[in-house]
Every structure is written in C-alpha cells, then in structure tokens.
C-alpha cells in the first residue's frame, strides 16, 4: 500500500437539532466547533491541517475558516459541484486525491447547515397577497441553477423534494409491487437504531409500524415519516496519508474506494425530471457509479458488513439496495421486509446511528461519520467484525459514494 493512500482518522460533530432548535449559535460556528473536534479526536492540532472542502454550497467558505481556526497555510480548498446531498462522500473523495497527491497533508472535510436560520427552498416565503410590482420583468441570473432549472415543474406544485422523489417511488411501486407497509419498515428500523445513539433528534421517540403507517401523508406514497429530519449541525472528519495515520490517536479507516458522477443527460435528476431515460426512472440512477466503485475498492456487495445509506426519503433508500447489487431490480421491498437491515439479524444492517430520517439531516455527511465509528467500534449499534462499509450520498440526484475498510 502507498504510503499515501488516504485514509479517515478523525470525526467531530456539534450537537443536532430540530429545525430552529439550535440556540443562538450561528452555523458557521457550528463548523468552526466540528472541524475542532473532529482534529482532536484524530490527535492532531490545527497547526497540522492544510485543506479544508465542503460540498451542497457551504456557507462557510474554506479560506475564511482557515483565518478563523489559525492554519499556517491552505494548501487546498475545495467544494463540490454535485448538487445537494449528493455531494457528501465527494467531498471526502476529493479530499483523499488533494492527499494522494501531495496537493495537502491533512484536509477536514466539514458540511454546517442551519435550516433554521436561512431560507429552505420549497418552504414558501412568498406572499401571494402582496401586491404586483407593476415594473416589467427583468432577465438576470438566479443565485441557484437548480432553482431555474425546475421552473418548468413547479406550475405543476413539484415545490418540494418530497415530492420529487415521491414519483419514482411510485413508479417502483407500480412496476414491482412495492408496499407501504415495506417503506414503513425502514423507517422504524432506523428508527429503532437511533433509540441508542445519544446523538440522535428522534432517539428518545420510539416508533412503531403502527405509528407509520397512522401519520400523514406529505406527498403519496411519502407519508411524514419517510422524509428526512429538518436539522441544524455540523460535522466533520479528517483525511490524510496511511503514513501519518499510523502514529495517530485512533484507529485509522481506510478510503479503499470513491466514485462520483451521473448518467447521460441526468442534470438535477428526478427533481427536474428532465431526460431520465425510462429504464432509470424507477432507480436511484446510481448503478453505474455503484459498479464503477465496487470494480476499484475489489469488493462487492457481499462483502458488506455494514451500510451507511442516505435517506433524505425512504424509498430512495430501497432504490440504491437495488442499485448497489444488493438485491435484483424489483426485490427491495421483499429485502428489506426480510428484516435485512436491522441491526441484530439483519445480512445488512444499515444507518446504525439512526440515518437522516432520526438522528439529523446533515446532507449525509454525518453518514461517514458513522461509517468511520462502525469500523473503530464506536458505533452505538455496532456489528461485530464490521471491516468493510459502503457510505452513499443521495439517490435520484447526481451522486457519490464511498467504501470504508477497517485496518
């Protein structure tokens, strides 16, 4: 092995909450306080870090936290165009490259959001009983690309991610039989996942299929407790070369493998619902990434042990266990009702710290986080013998992933 393969040694994170929950602490302090900790959790200082890099457009800007946290020097400084949370594990990707090549010794890769304290696409904040500015329109260029680039659906009410993602599960579910009662099943094992992480929003909320299935439906087939939490945190972990990570605090976890990228023509994908071929409208338009990845880490599915799987909606979840070669193109329903994901007795168990549906939305990056604690044995649900995990970022946008190995 090189002794510059990149590998995890350290994670951090501020405490999560609810929406608006948060305090008076402002999100860009919030990644001051997880970059700190994720760099004194791996034995190292600030004097040792030279790269910082984000992703989904931080607020935080690389070079203004590098003043604030005192670095003798950035080296690198980078965030990654993949759109929202699909940007997480890419984010860890490209700061395991600045690593391998010397671009950067020790880089922190870091997301803060505070939904609470700025504007959430898709939550209203216009007043329809205002009057009309008479003045004729201008042309000018949206602060979002991804906010033009759905223009053409939102006369049809696709205003929120919810919905958006609500489609292709529908379709999965008229193609193959998909139930409720087999999403709800996810839900409530995350769930149950969270009831041991003291970390976890929703930890002390135990939930039943019951539960599910009583609560209300925000956009068919996505009831409330398919969606993600709405969350204000931050977290972090560091990169850095095999060579360093030796002497260091804690037990270093390989990166043995990142792809990032889309299909031909997929744009935003499903939430602009613009050129998805057919074949991949019913997916989380992952699988050719899924087999770039498996064919560079030298693993497959079955070499598993554990499953960090983003889940800004359930069925998005069922959608990438398809697209990842878990299970066929069909059976994600059937998986996941088999119990394959719980975290005693499941082939998979999956989202072990609770995932974004109950411990916090934090663009999945907080997903790593538990992969990197699950291969040091500091998962509160851990699985025995873990050494190999899978971290995805979104599905049904363009994407990323990772494969963690123990050491």
Request: aromatic share 6%; with cysteine.
């Given at each position: 092995m090189s002794a510059r393969k990149a590998h995890i040694v350290g994670v951090g994170e501020s405490a999560y909450a609810r929406w608006g929950r948060i305090g008076d602490v402002t999100e860009h302090a919030l990644a001051c306080q997880?970059?700190?900790?994720?760099?004194e959790d791996a034995g190292l200082s600030m004097d040792d870090v030279d790269g910082l890099a984000s992703f989904a457009e931080d607020r935080n800007e690389a070079v203004f936290l590098a003043a604030e946290l005192g670095l003798p020097r950035l080296r690198f400084g980078n965030m990654v165009w993949t759109p929202g949370g699909g940007g997480g594990c890419a984010a860890v990707s490209n700061a395991a490259m600045a690593v391998e090549t010397g671009q950067a010794e020790v880089v922190v890769v870091y997301r803060s959001?505070?939904?609470?304290?700025f504007f959430r696409f898709g939550t209203g904040g216009i007043d329809a009983s205002a009057p009309v500015d008479p003045a004729p329109p201008t042309v000018s260029q949206t602060d979002s690309m991804m906010i033009s680039s759905v223009g053409t659906v939102m006369p049809y009410g696709l205003l929120m991610a919810a919905a958006a993602y609500a489609l292709p599960t529908r379709r999965h579910m008229h193609l193959y039989g998909t139930t409720n009662e087999q999403l709800g099943s996810i839900a409530v094992t995350f769930r149950e996942h969270a009831s041991r992480n003291p970390r976890a929003v929703m930890g002390d909320r135990p939930m039943t299929i019951d539960d599910y299935l009583a609560s209300p439906m925000i956009a068919d087939p996505h009831r409330l407790f398919d969606c993600?939490?709405?969350?204000?945190?931050a977290c972090a972990v560091v990169v850095t070369t095999a060579e360093r990570a030796r002497d260091l605090a804690k037990r270093p976890v390989e990166i043995l493998a990142s792809e990032q990228g889309a299909p031909k023509g997929y744009a935003f994908g499903h939430f602009t619902n613009a050129n998805i071929p057919d074949d991949l409208y019913a997916t989380g338009g992952t699988e050719e990434m899924a087999n770039r990845l498996w064919a560079k880490a030298g693993v497959g599915p079955a070499d598993v042990d554990v499953a960090q799987i983003y889940d800004?909606?359930?069925g998005c979840v069922l959608l990438q266990l398809e697209d990842f070669g878990f299970c066929k193109r069909g059976e994600g329903g059937p998986f996941i009702e088999s119990g394959a994901l719980a975290w005693k007795g499941g082939s998979l168990p999956t989202n072990t710290h609770g995932g974004s549906l109950s411990e916090a939305y934090i663009h999945g990056l907080n997903h790593v986080v538990e992969g990197v604690r699950s291969l040091r044995d500091e998962s509160t649900s851990p699985v025995d013998g873990a050494e190999v995990c899978l971290v995805t970022s979104a599905a049904c946008v363009p994407s990323s992933a990772l494969v963690l190995g123990r050491k």
């Amino acid at each position: 092995m090189s002794a510059r393969k990149a590998h995890i040694v350290g994670v951090g994170e501020s405490a999560y909450a609810r929406w608006g929950r948060i305090g008076d602490v402002t999100e860009h302090a919030l990644a001051c306080q997880s970059i700190l900790r994720a760099v004194e959790d791996a034995g190292l200082s600030m004097d040792d870090v030279d790269g910082l890099a984000s992703f989904a457009e931080d607020r935080n800007e690389a070079v203004f936290l590098a003043a604030e946290l005192g670095l003798p020097r950035l080296r690198f400084g980078n965030m990654v165009w993949t759109p929202g949370g699909g940007g997480g594990c890419a984010a860890v990707s490209n700061a395991a490259m600045a690593v391998e090549t010397g671009q950067a010794e020790v880089v922190v890769v870091y997301r803060s959001l505070c939904q609470g304290q700025f504007f959430r696409f898709g939550t209203g904040g216009i007043d329809a009983s205002a009057p009309v500015d008479p003045a004729p329109p201008t042309v000018s260029q949206t602060d979002s690309m991804m906010i033009s680039s759905v223009g053409t659906v939102m006369p049809y009410g696709l205003l929120m991610a919810a919905a958006a993602y609500a489609l292709p599960t529908r379709r999965h579910m008229h193609l193959y039989g998909t139930t409720n009662e087999q999403l709800g099943s996810i839900a409530v094992t995350f769930r149950e996942h969270a009831s041991r992480n003291p970390r976890a929003v929703m930890g002390d909320r135990p939930m039943t299929i019951d539960d599910y299935l009583a609560s209300p439906m925000i956009a068919d087939p996505h009831r409330l407790f398919d969606c993600c939490l709405e969350s204000d945190g931050a977290c972090a972990v560091v990169v850095t070369t095999a060579e360093r990570a030796r002497d260091l605090a804690k037990r270093p976890v390989e990166i043995l493998a990142s792809e990032q990228g889309a299909p031909k023509g997929y744009a935003f994908g499903h939430f602009t619902n613009a050129n998805i071929p057919d074949d991949l409208y019913a997916t989380g338009g992952t699988e050719e990434m899924a087999n770039r990845l498996w064919a560079k880490a030298g693993v497959g599915p079955a070499d598993v042990d554990v499953a960090q799987i983003y889940d800004h909606f359930s069925g998005c979840v069922l959608l990438q266990l398809e697209d990842f070669g878990f299970c066929k193109r069909g059976e994600g329903g059937p998986f996941i009702e088999s119990g394959a994901l719980a975290w005693k007795g499941g082939s998979l168990p999956t989202n072990t710290h609770g995932g974004s549906l109950s411990e916090a939305y934090i663009h999945g990056l907080n997903h790593v986080v538990e992969g990197v604690r699950s291969l040091r044995d500091e998962s509160t649900s851990p699985v025995d013998g873990a050494e190999v995990c899978l971290v995805t970022s979104a599905a049904c946008v363009p994407s990323s992933a990772l494969v963690l190995g123990r050491k």
